[in-house]
Each structure stands twice: as structure tokens, then as C-alpha cells.
């Protein structure tokens, strides 16, 4: 499971080579519970208002924390009313009489395996499957949903299970097709994959690392030698200040946008021989940020440093954006370019990806791009960005 945190990777350099390191990989989990079973058994049970507001809490913690209007079935088993990202000990600090879990254990019968396919509890809460409430901010407070599911085929309307109550206020369903016009102006779940979950959100590293003291957050620690009190004149400091998105990547179905990014550098370079190069360790800024379809368009404060000791000597850095959409792991060989002197060194670093993941943008930045490009917004791929090169 991939991690948002700095990787530290020790290598040697050569002069007109490329030394590889590569970021260990592993199997992606797979599910046998099908989106569309969970939905139409959402729609067979006796929901109510409680039951709503249940999942409302949530998609709401989630969406605070970071991460998409997602409540997963593992939090719905484990901490009724918990978003994503929340404590073991932290909830919507609501307590619910019937949670949502206590009417799918009764629907499921003693057994576990009323549902068809041999659905149970287990199964469930294991699958990596989630209720996705998209817009669930337009919620009136009353209205009972539709409930719908990812086909996975990037459709745009499905067909969805529609909860009212009658005249006799009775619990009714009825089946409607729904698009994501329906979702803005009326409440639908989808029961789709979770794809954020394992991943700490940019949100939850703020809270847990904090700032410098000027809003800007440093993920993992530079990896240079530099000494107390050592000359930083001409050192300088990369932020990552703006991300817009301009389009979704995936149906609305499937949910939101997961972005990585991952820029890769050497801190505080500063070698005047070859020996002194290996004081040195190439390292990975790499966090997830989560673009809900409804900021699409918007520009989203980030205030990252990427860099924290850009020095002259490091000339050009590999910088990745991908759309996460799974697969199997593969990989990109990209090189930091340094200097020393007159002459030009290439480290190379192989950093994960996966194999249906979008490539936004892949490329390297050079420090006279990003000197010139501080404080304005530059395209790349579909996103627009705002990094800022700040002198120390």
C-alpha cells in the first residue's frame, strides 16, 4: 500500500549514468461482492431518516478530512457514522439507535447468506466497496435516496432504486434512471470502489505534521548534510502553492479524482567532488489530493513545499501528476540532472505507478523554468498549477 510520506532512497552517482532505484511494489487487493448486489440490497432494507443521516455524517467526515463524499463498508461495520480519515475514538459524535449495519445483519438472516452469490457480513465489510454520496452537500435534510451502482464501464446513466414513502408512509421503491444532473438536485448513492481510503489525504498530513509558521506545509524531513549555521545563500525553497483540475477523469459513477504527485530532487546539494556525492540521497515528495467533481474548475490552495533546499547545483527535476485508477504496478525511469562544476551528473530513479493510471503530466523541470514560472499558473495536462520559488 503505497504511503504519503518522503521516500528516502540511497544511490551512487556517475557522471553520465543513471543509478536506478526503484520504491518496493505490491499486489493490488481484489473483491468478489459485486457493486450491484450491495445496491439492491441497500434498496430492500427498511431505511429511514436515521439511516440517512447516518450515512450524511459520513460522506460529510470524509470530505473534511480530505478524501471524496465516501462512507466504506468497513467503516459502516467498524464506526457507524465515521468518514474516512477519522480517529478509532472519533465518530460524527452522533450515537444511532438502528445503524445501518444492524439492518443489513437482519436482512442477511443468521446465516449471512440470504442475499444471492452467498453475501455476508465478512464479505461485506471486506470487499473494499462504499456508499458515494456525490453533491451530498444539496441534501435537503429530508429526501430518501436513489441507490445506484458503478457498472465500471464508464457509463454516464444507470439504473438506480428509488426510496419513497407513500401515501400511508410506507417504504416504496421504484426503479428510475439516474445521470449526475439527477445527483446535483437529488440524493443518489452509489455503491462503487473505494480508491483513497489506504492513502493519507494532503488534509490529515496538515493536521498531523502542521505547518512552518507560514501555512505551508513540509512533508518528510530533506535528506542533505547541511550543518548549523552553513552558508544558504544560494539556496531556495519550492512550493506548490495552487492545483486546479480542469476535467473529471472517471464517469461520476466512479467518483471524484484521486491526483498524485510526485516530484522528485535532492535537498541541499551542494558536492564539490565525487566522493562528497555520496553524502547525498535522492528523495520523493509524494502526497494524494482528492478533486471533488464539484471543484472541478476551482483552484484549491495546496501550500506544499516540494523542495526544501533547492540549491544551484541541482539543475532538473522529475516531476509526475496521475489520476489514479488501479491495475497492476509498472513503473517510470526518470533522472535528476546536477552539476558540479562544469560538469552535468544524472541520477536515475525508477518511481511506481499503476498501469490504468491517467499520466496528467509527465516531464522534468528545470530550475530556470520554475525561476521564471514562480507565482504564475502554467498548464500541464489537464491541470493548471502555481509553484512559487522562494530564496531562504
Known amino acids: 500500500m503505497k504511503k504519503t510520506l518522503l521516500f528516502f532512497l540511497s544511490a551512487l552517482l556517475f557522471s553520465c549514468e543513471k543509478v536506478e532505484r526503484t520504491i518496493p511494489l505490491e499486489a493490488e487487493p481484489s473483491s468478489g461482492v459485486s457493486s450491484r448486489e450491495v445496491a439492491r440490497m441497500l434498496s430492500s432494507l427498511p431505511i429511514g431518516a436515521e439511516q440517512i443521516g447516518e450515512v450524511f455524517d459520513a460522506v460529510s467526515a470524509s470530505s473534511v478530512n480530505g478524501y471524496d463524499e465516501e462512507y466504506t463498508m468497513a467503516g459502516l461495520f467498524s464506526q457507524p457514522g465515521a468518514g474516512v480519515g477519522d480517529s478509532p475514538t472519533k465518530a460524527s459524535g452522533k450515537y444511532y439507535s438502528t445503524p445501518l449495519r444492524d439492518l443489513i445483519a437482519e436482512y442477511l438472516g443468521p446465516e449471512q447468506t440470504k442475499a444471492s452469490g452467498g453475501l455476508s457480513l465478512l464479505a461485506l465489510e471486506q470487499s473494499g466497496l462504499q456508499i458515494y454520496w456525490p453533491w451530498s452537500e444539496n441534501w435537503d435534510g429530508t429526501s430518501y435516496p436513489a441507490i445506484t451502482f458503478d457498472p465500471g464501464d464508464g457509463s454516464s446513466v444507470n439504473t438506480a432504486y428509488l426510496l419513497e414513502k407513500d401515501s400511508s408512509g410506507s417504504l416504496t421503491v421504484r426503479e428510475i434512471e439516474v445521470d449526475e444532473n439527477y445527483a446535483v438536485n437529488h440524493p443518489v448513492w452509489v455503491v462503487n470502489s ?163 493510471d491517467d499520466i496528467v503530466w509527465r516531464g522534468s523541470l528545470s530550475s530556470a523554468f520554475l525561476e521564471k514560472a514562480s507565482g504564475e499558473a502554467y498548464r500541464y495536462g489537464d491541470v493548471e498549477i502555481v509553484f512559487e520559488m522562494l530564496s531562504q
Open 194 to 356: 473505494n480508491d483513497d481510503a489506504a492513502y493519507t489525504s494532503l488534509e490529515l498530513l496538515r493536521r498531523e505534521i502542521g505547518d512552518t509558521g507560514g501555512g505551508d506545509i513540509i512533508i518528510g524531513k530533506p535528506s542533505g548534510t547541511k550543518a548549523e549555521g552553513e552558508d544558504v545563500e544560494n539556496s531556495r525553497t519550492l512550493i506548490l502553492r495552487s492545483f486546479m483540475a480542469t476535467r473529471n477523469y472517471d464517469s461520476w459513477l466512479a467518483g471524484g479524482s484521486e491526483f498524485f504527485i510526485k516530484f522528485a530532487s535532492v535537498e541541499n546539494f551542494k558536492a564539490a567532488t565525487d566522493e562528497e556525492m555520496l553524502l547525498y540521497n535522492p528523495s520523493v515528495t509524494d502526497f494524494m489530493l482528492e478533486v471533488k467533481r464539484k471543484d472541478v474548475g476551482e483552484v484549491l490552495p495546496v501550500n506544499t513545499v516540494v523542495v526544501t533546499d533547492w540549491t544551484g547545483q541541482l539543475s532538473r527535476c522529475p516531476f509526475l501528476i496521475s489520476e489514479d485508477d488501479g491495475g497492476t504496478w509498472t513503473s517510470w525511469k526518470a533522472e535528476i540532472e546536477l552539476k558540479i562544476y562544469s560538469k552535468t551528473y544524472g541520477l536515475g530513479i525508477t518511481i511506481p505507478i499503476r498501469s490504468r
